[in-house]
């Protein structure tokens, strides 16, 4: 499975934005799918997971009720729709991809990664 990501950009604190990620491979609807970020100077961080049905959701504490993960199997992709932003959400932003569906919330899990995009909030 190869992740491409797209949507990012500057955006003002408050703002929305709607990252994706487009999938290529015959059976990436077999695949659980995660949404990490990594900001200046700190670890990648887990912010939301989909299994293969897009039926089963988690999110991180700090994006709880403002970020959506969504996935359209027919299409290919996963979406993370981010609303409310703020500059603390400052971070390049990274798709993953696993079988297992287990573990969801370590980097280590996921077997394919996508290159990243870059997500600015200006306050």
């Known amino acids: 499975v190869q992740l491409v990501e797209s949507g990012g950009g500057l955006v003002q604190a408050g703002d929305s934005l709607r990252l994706s990620c487009a999938a290529s491979?015959?059976?990436?609807?077999?695949?659980?799918a995660g949404w990490f970020r990594q900001g200046p100077g700190k670890e990648r961080e887990f912010v939301a997971y989909i299994n293969w049905g897009g039926g089963g959701t988690n999110y991180a504490d700090s994006v709880k009720g403002r970020f959506t993960i969504t996935r359209d199997n027919a299409k290919k992709r996963v979406y993370l729709l981010m609303d409310s932003l703020k500059p603390e959400d400052t971070a390049v932003y990274y798709c993953?991809?696993?079988?297992?569906?287990?573990?969801?919330?370590?980097?280590?899990?996921?077997?394919?990664w996508g290159q990243g995009t870059l997500v600015t909030v200006s306050s």
């Open positions: 993953a991809a696993q079988l297992a569906g287990q573990d969801f919330r370590r980097p280590n899990a996921y077997g394919y």
């Open positions: 491979g015959r059976s990436f609807s077999s695949y659980s």
